[in-house]
């Protein structure tokens, strides 16, 4: 497994693509490029944030290099040498990793927001009319549900969906013996695990299975581009919290970008994304796509969080994720599903 990701991280390194260019007619040759490396979930969003910044002063004529996919795949390609100025992740822990390897600052989440640039939940994504009559993760582990959900060991999101899972057990009173024997059963159930959340989204609109678990920002973005699909919002779900960071030796514009990135103007952009803005009195109306355009990010019966329900991402990714003893990964490789 080890050598399978030292592989695809050498081999994103060489793919980073021009996704993006700022500025106008008066763009040179040598306009400075910043390289973002994010997961695949926010790519849209981050191309809206990239035109809304280079419309201002301190933006203008900056251009962008971009790659994405799977958070923890990215997060190794870095560390093997792909070229960022700035990185966006699914999990705090894949920033972590550059930390250790000395490439991001140990102060990279010490400001208000704790490095967090865009959030967003859980959800539980159906077929039109919603066939199957899902109404929350009970219905998941039912004779005859196919689950598409994203790998664990790629992907960030497959990650937060897993701690969603086990939090609806376990933040209602249940022991982890009955949130493992949970997961085992919805496990027993996954039809399909691609390598990033992007992908298991592309996997359930192209046919598979019959409940995709998923970001709600996921869900939104697809009907927003005319797919047909609806969502439930279980009485439990957990908050996701997607960090950004830059580089030590990142560009100097990497500075005001990541500022915008927070700023009201940023935030604004996420939230037309279908993103749950990070900071208080961003404008939500108006969410093409949203099952209430005017109200489209309703509040959960039940908001888990990493720090109030997990401790902290050092503690659960050891507990869950650990390759050798983490109890998510022993119940996949348990279930022949990885």
């Known amino acids: 497994m080890n050598r399978i990701r030292a592989t695809v991280a050498l081999a994103l390194v060489g793919t980073l693509a021009l996704s993006a260019c700022g500025g106008g007619d008066g763009a040179t040759g040598d306009a ?27 933006g203008k004529g900056v251009r962008f290099q971009s790659s994405y996919g799977a958070s923890g795949d990215q997060s190794r390609a870095v560390v093997a040498g792909l070229k960022a100025d700035y990185v966006h992740f699914s999990v705090s822990s894949d920033v972590t990793r550059l930390v250790d390897a000395g490439l991001v600052d140990q102060s990279w989440d010490d400001g208000p927001n704790k490095g967090i640039v865009s959030s967003s939940i859980v959800v539980l994504a159906v077929r039109e009319g919603n066939p199957k009559n899902i109404q929350g993760w009970d219905d998941l582990i039912k004779p005859g549900v196919k689950i598409v959900t994203p790998n664990p060991a790629s992907s960030g999101a497959a990650r937060w969906n897993a701690l969603a899972a086990w939090g609806h057990v376990s933040a209602n009173g249940g022991t982890d013996a009955q949130a493992e024997e949970f997961l085992t059963k919805l496990f027993g159930n996954v ?69 915008f990135v927070l700023s009201p103007g940023g935030q604004r952009q996420f939230a037309l994304k ?60 348990a279930s022949g599903k990885a």
């Open 32 to 58: 400075t490029t910043l390289s973002i490396v994010g997961f695949a979930v926010p790519e849209a969003a981050n191309k809206a944030i990239i035109a809304a910044w280079n419309k201002t002063d301190e």
């Open 191 to 259: 039809v399909s695990l691609p390598g990033s959340g992007r992908d298991a989204t592309t996997a359930f609109l192209g046919g598979t299975g019959d409940v995709l678990l998923a970001y709600e920002n996921e869900a939104i973005l697809a009907t927003q581009s005319g797919e047909k699909l609806n969502w439930v919002i279980p009485a439990t779900t957990i908050l996701i919290e997607n960090p950004g960071a830059i580089l030590k030796n990142a560009d100097p514009k990497a500075k005001p970008w990541l500022d």
């Open 274 to 333: 279908g993103f749950r803005p990070i900071i208080d009195g961003i404008d939500t109306s108006g969410i093409e796509g949203a099952r209430d355009p005017n109200d489209p990010f309703p509040t959960p019966q039940k908001l888990l969080t990493v720090d109030k329900d997990f401790e902290s991402w050092s503690a659960l990714s050891k507990k869950f994720f650990d390759e050798k003893t983490g109890i998510i990964v022993k119940i996949i490789a």
